[in-house]
């Protein structure tokens, strides 16, 4: 999981969504706003996207993609 100076507003990403973590579910979006303000947490560092939608981001969907 990356840490939170990795992360950035405008960046796409996946997250695992609080009701999907039994499940493992990821939704991509992009971040909108960072709400864990320390340097990394065990379940991944926790975003808002622009939907709305909250979760801890699991991946960077750009490093996936290749670019």
Known sequence: MP???????GLDVDI??????RSGELT??????LLTSSATHPHGI?????TGEVGRV????D?????
């Open 3 to 9: 840490p939170r100076s990795a992360i950035r507003p």
């Open 46 to 50: 926790k975003v808002r996207l622009t």
């Open 63 to 67: 490093a996936e993609s290749g670019g």
């Open 28 to 33: 991509r979006g992009v971040v909108a706003q």
């Open 58 to 61: 699991q991946a960077l969907a």
């Open 16 to 21: 695992v969504q609080k009701h999907h973590q």
